[in-house]
């Protein structure tokens, strides 16, 4: 029997603003490194990514710049990927929601066969909108504070805990467009009701590859209920779907979830039954993501693919925290950044990727500190240098065998990997060099789905 793909998704960019050195240092080198881990081990990968083009946060933005949300989406499209092509970061699938209409048919076509099969429900549901332009308030249109942690949050998730956060559960809520107090409105949309799926849920995240931050996160939603979770809006951004209503932004990215990988693997899959039949070939799947959508790729996305029939296979969530530059969170809003794309244009892209493997954010936040770079980077020559004294060569084998460990996926360590291949390079300098040209993104990067 052939072999499946391993499936690596990274969340898709938002193009609202251009990547910084923060998102780097999250999920998307490290997903990279454990797709190059996997091939050079001769396993069969599948590599997922694109753009989160129907976020709202995108088009607010062009609102405060006064221009289209096409033009906004396209000049920050266009920086991610020079950053990603930079940092040689490679993807099998990467969609763009704006330019591919088959993708956006297939995205809403999914959903009403969902509804039509009665896995999702359409119904009246209590929503928010701003007592003064009325606007549903959902994501950017609505900020508050987080009920569960009581950190500043907007609508969708918490970025201190990763809790769903709405309108109507956000302390002190308020619109982003008037300052109003969100008020009572009901409309009918398509919901997906968490708690019906309570039980498959349970026994998915018992056998999947869960972080501890993650298994509390979904401890807490099994202990005091599981919501329900509006899958559209009558709003003014995303795909548009039936009676005026548009999918909102993460219930599209769990259907493209389900779709993308189907169609790679067989391009003319156009039905729930075709993308169901076409995921037989993936063997497993690995998330690398941020805490900030934890809920979203730990919860509503399997839920849904639950939902629809697809079998559950082994999963594992990779999680970063966040990264801070001196002392402060990187944010695209406050321009408190070092731009990707900038930054790789004068960096030698094996020693960034190195650097935020070393100082990744990976179980509590890092701080970037430019002279903590600048000494690594001084630290990563001086390995490489053949002169001088190395490690007894018993002992660098060891310490490159865990290094060789630490990449694999049930307990990925890329940092590890760095340390173990600085230390040991001068004694074991051909063996030390592929793992470093592994995390360094020069081995391999052919497709293997």
Partial sequence: MTEGAVLVVTPPPTPNGPLHVGHLSGPYVAGDIAARALRADGR?????????????????????????????????????????????????????????????????????ELVDAKVVEVAPVS????ATCHRVLHHVRVAGTCPVCGAGAAGGTCEGCGSLCTAATLVGALSTCCSAVPEPVTHTVPVLRLAEHRERLAEFWSRAVLPPRLRRLVAAYL???????????????????????????????????????????????????????????????WIFLGVDNAFYYAVLIPALHLAAGLPDRPTGLVVNEFYRLTGSKFSTSRQHAIWAHEFLSSEDPAVVRAFVCWDRPDSYESDFQPEAYQAFKARYAEARDPAGPGLDAALADIELTRGEQALRLEHFDPAAAVRAALVAHRSRPDRAARLLDLVGGTLPAESGG
């Fill in 44 to 112: 069969r990968v599948v590599t997922q990514c694109g753009l989160d083009a129907h976020q709202n946060y995108v088009l607010a933005r062009a609102e405060a710049h006064g221009e289209s949300v096409t033009d906004t989406a396209a000049r920050y499209q266009a920086s991610i990927g020079a950053a990603l092509d930079a940092a040689r970061i490679r993807y099998d699938i990467m969609v763009d929601p704006l330019a591919d209409e088959g993708y956006r048919r297939a995205v809403a076509d999914l959903l009403s």
């Fill in 127 to 130: 929503l928010r909108a701003c």
């Fill in 223 to 285: 202990d005091d209920g599981l919501p329900e979770v509006p899958l559209a809006y009558p709003t003014d951004w995303g795909i548009e779907w039936d009676d005026g209503l548009r999918i909102d932004v993460w219930a599209e990215m769990a259907l493209a979830n389900l779709i993308l990988p189907a169609r790679h693997l067989r391009p003319d899959a156009d039905t729930l039954a075709g993308y169901l039949d076409a995921w037989q070939g993936i063997d497993e799947q």
